[in-house]
């Protein structure tokens, strides 16, 4: 899907950007450009200073050394707004959206479209104004609908919208198809490419590197805060940009599952249904087996996973643990049994963002941790940092707040807090959504290493080469319902992707 670049001098330079924090030297004489009319990508792990580049193009710090030229002039953002009014918009990862205002109202903020002489809203022309940017992603929800009422997917088309309706010249993405279906995702690269021809400067930050080696044009690569390379996608490879980013070469990023694992069922569920959720869904999951979860979004594979946790009320179905018929009623029940849940929603639904490090570990097993009813603090600190290291979360502290730690290391830290209960099943929900390269590889190690220790994990993702990569056998699902079972060697994205959109390949 290349366009060819609009032009060849760059509009917007950054030129040896340095920014410190307290004890932290976070960007070292980095340099950055922007072409009209192209993609250019930035990567890096977490850490290595992305996040701080943007924040200071976006007028959130202001850089210690180094400047900043648009279109020829040396420029000051001292604020968002001003970066807003400069035609500089950035779309973060996590969503910045007012949940209890309508889509209409979030798109335009204070710029609805007023009527008459005394300026009352124009509902009907913000509603006209709301559904174009919509049917770009063939997306046909009523502009009033609120934000609250819509899936995580939907949210973030709603926030690229938004950003488009400012009529930015620079459009800064962030992770944005972490939310996104694999058919949203080419909705959206097929705007950008829209967006392309009509001048506009993206800025296009992702962990799947496939992705940017679909839509970009150059790729810049920073570790460790200092800069390393600006490359033409056409002339380097996955492999050259992972070299750049890790400092060494990652022979393989899933790994490969242990031989001879037992296919002893740990897991069997039978007809399990919540109407207008799912139906009829049956499985038997292995110990140290791990079960791909495959579909698109809205397939109802998020909710079975709740289901089987106690975070959902089943109406009919039957569920047996370690060949034992059991009622899970609620969470903590299931945590009791020794069934986990990662899920797909780290910062609303996993996090403790309030808490260090420790306790976010803890909190699962606290009663065990008490004595006479009260808590150890010795034994609670002692236990978290023995999980730290097995992780190896890098962090000052067990006491530091977990909110500090980068994507990837805080959901280290919440797969610690579910090891600590040694579960027999642990549902892993997008376990990977938004973490760098590096991260993603050591949780595909530590999942290899749990399954081969008899863990029987269930693992729902819309990545596909992650499904296939991680998996020894894929069940899919579609509009509720599992509509096949693939062996390992059976599983191919064509045939998941057959299975999950109901349409035929023909060969």
């Not at 509902?123 to 934000?147: G, I, M, N």
């Not at 996104?180 to 080419?186: D, V």
């Not at 033409?232 to 790994?255: F, N």
Request: glycine share 8%; hydrophobic share 40%.
């Amino acid at each position: 899907m290349h366009i060819p670049v609009a032009s060849e001098t760059p509009f917007l330079e950054m030129r040896s950007i340095g920014k410190r924090f307290p004890g932290v030297h976070a960007l070292d004489d980095v340099s950055f450009d922007l072409v009209p009319g192209e993609v250019h990508a930035l990567v890096g792990e977490n850490g290595a200073g992305k996040s701080t580049l943007m924040k200071v193009l976006s007028g959130v710090y202001r850089p210690d050394e180094g400047e900043i030229w648009l279109r020829g002039k040396q420029i000051q953002i001292r604020n968002p707004r001003q970066a807003l009014e400069l035609g500089i918009s950035i779309v973060h990862q996590e969503l910045n959206l007012f949940k209890n205002l309508t889509i209409a109202e979030n798109l335009f903020g204070g710029q609805m479209p007023r009527r008459g002489f005394l300026g009352f809203e124009d509902r009907q022309a913000a509603a006209r104004r709301a559904r174009e940017y919509l049917q770009k992603f063939e997306l046909p929800l009523d502009p009033f609908t609120l934000v609250r009422n819509l899936s995580l997917a939907q949210q973030q088309v709603v926030e690229i919208s938004k950003a488009l309706a400012r009529n930015a010249n620079v459009l800064i993405l962030d992770e944005p198809t972490s939310s996104l279906t694999e058919h949203e995702s080419e909705l959206l690269f097929k705007n950008i490419a829209q967006l392309k021809q009509e001048g506009l400067g993206i800025i296009y930050i992702s962990h799947r590197l496939e992705e940017i080696f679909e839509i970009g044009d150059r790729v810049t690569v920073l570790r460790d805060g200092r800069y390393v390379d600006t490359r033409p996608i056409s002339t380097t490879s996955i492999d050259a940009v992972i070299r750049m980013m890790v400092g060494r070469k990652l022979e393989d990023l899933y790994g490969q599952p242990a031989a001879g694992r037992s296919v002893e069922p740990i897991l069997e569920v039978e007809g399990l249904t919540i109407p207008d959720r799912f139906s009829d869904v049956s499985f038997t999951l292995g110990k140290g087996e791990i079960l791909g979860m495959a579909g698109l979004i809205g397939a109802g594979r998020t909710d079975v996973g709740q289901a089987i946790f106690g975070a959902r009320s089943l109406q009919s179905g039957s569920v047996r643990l370690a060949g034992n018929e059991v009622k899970i009623t609620s969470p903590g029940h299931a945590i009791s049994l020794g069934v986990a849940y990662l899920s797909e929603n780290r910062q609303d639904d996993s996090i403790f963002d309030n808490m260090d490090v420790c306790r976010n570990i803890t909190v699962s097993r606290l009663s065990y941790l008490s004595q006479r009813g009260m808590l150890s603090p010795k034994r609670e600190l002692d236990w978290s940092e023995n999980y730290i290291k097995l992780l190896n979360i890098p962090t000052p502290s067990a006491r530091q707040k977990i909110i500090k730690l980068s994507g990837g290391n805080q959901q280290k830290t919440i797969l610690a807090r579910w090891l600590a209960i040694q579960p027999k099943v642990l549902i892993v929900d997008e376990p990977t959504r938004g973490i760098d390269v590096g991260a993603k590889m050591e949780i595909y190690m530590l999942l290899h290493r749990l399954a081969a220790q008899g863990v029987g994990i269930l693992l729902i993702s819309s990545e596909l080469p992650e499904v296939l990569g991680m998996s020894d056998k894929i069940i899919v699902m579609r509009e509720g319902r599992i509509t096949g079972e693939l062996s390992r060697a059976e599983a191919s994205e064509e045939r998941v992707m057959s299975l999950a959109a109901a349409h035929e390949i023909v060969s």
